[in-house]
Every structure is written in structure tokens, then in C-alpha cells.
Nanobody, 125 residues
Framework: QVQLVESGGGSVQVGGSLRLSCAYS????????MAWFRQFPDKEREGVAA????????FYDNSVQGRFTISQDDAKNTLYLQMSDLKPEDTAMYYC??????????????????WGQGTQVTVSS
């Protein structure tokens, strides 16, 4: 059984930082790649950052490139998203996700089979 539990969300002012965590319990085959997504009200879920740890690869959406960093600590079974220089447009519900069936690193939510419950990030000016 795969479980993903996010934490670390909250309210922060423009230019501030937050670190999201995602504690996972999953067979390695189910989490070959992991990612963070976010969802704005009345919008589709969109990819933020993805990581394929065994390949040492990461991928970021252009909107967060240079501001967000995705990382994983397998010893702690935790995925992280370090967010810096936060902007009001980063306000959203953030989800972590895991997948294992696709051959490449992707931010397509359809390629992820497992999802956490989400954590809210609010950036105010």
C-alpha cells in the first residue's frame, strides 16, 4: 500500500520561503519518480517539479525554475520541496505524487498513480 503525507504548508509573505515535506511509504517500484504538483481553485492540477532519484535527474516547470528545489532523502522516506522567493501566484494546494510505470521524467499528472492529500500554501503581499 502506498501512502503519501504532505506537511509544511502555511502562510508566508511575498519573498519568503517554505519547505514542504512528503513522507512516503511505498515500494520502490511504485516511486521510481516523484513530483510536486499544485492546484489553483477551479483549475487543473499542474506539475511543479519532478525527480528521478536513481538517475539523479530533476525537472522543473518554468514558473518555479530557480526558485524551487526538489529533493529526496530515502533514508528518511521523505520528499522535499524547498520554495524560495515566493510570490502571490504560488498560492495553491500542493500535492506530492509518486509513479513507476512511465519511462521518463514527467510533470504529466496522468503518469502518477499515487497522491497525497495536499497541503495549502498561501503567499500574501
Amino acid at each position: 500500500q502506498v501512502q503519501l503525507v504532505e506537511s509544511g504548508g502555511g502562510s508566508v509573505q511575498v519573498g519568503g520561503s517554505l519547505r514542504l515535506s512528503c513522507a512516503y511509504s511505498a515500494h520502490p517500484a511504485s516511486r521510481k519518480y516523484m513530483a510536486w504538483f499544485r492546484q489553483f481553485p477551479d483549475k487543473e492540477r499542474e506539475g511543479v517539479a519532478a525527480i528521478w532519484p536513481t538517475l539523479g535527474r530533476t525537472f522543473y516547470d518554468n514558473s518555479v525554475q530557480g526558485r524551487f528545489t526538489i529533493s529526496q532523502d530515502d533514508a528518511k522516506n521523505t520528499l522535499y520541496l524547498q520554495m524560495s522567493d515566493l510570490k502571490p501566484e504560488d498560492t495553491a494546494m500542493y500535492y506530492c505524487a509518486a509513479g513507476g510505470t512511465y519511462a521518463g521524467l514527467t510533470l504529466d499528472p496522468a503518469k502518477y498513480g499515487y497522491w497525497g492529500q495536499g497541503t495549502q500554501v498561501t503567499v500574501s503581499s
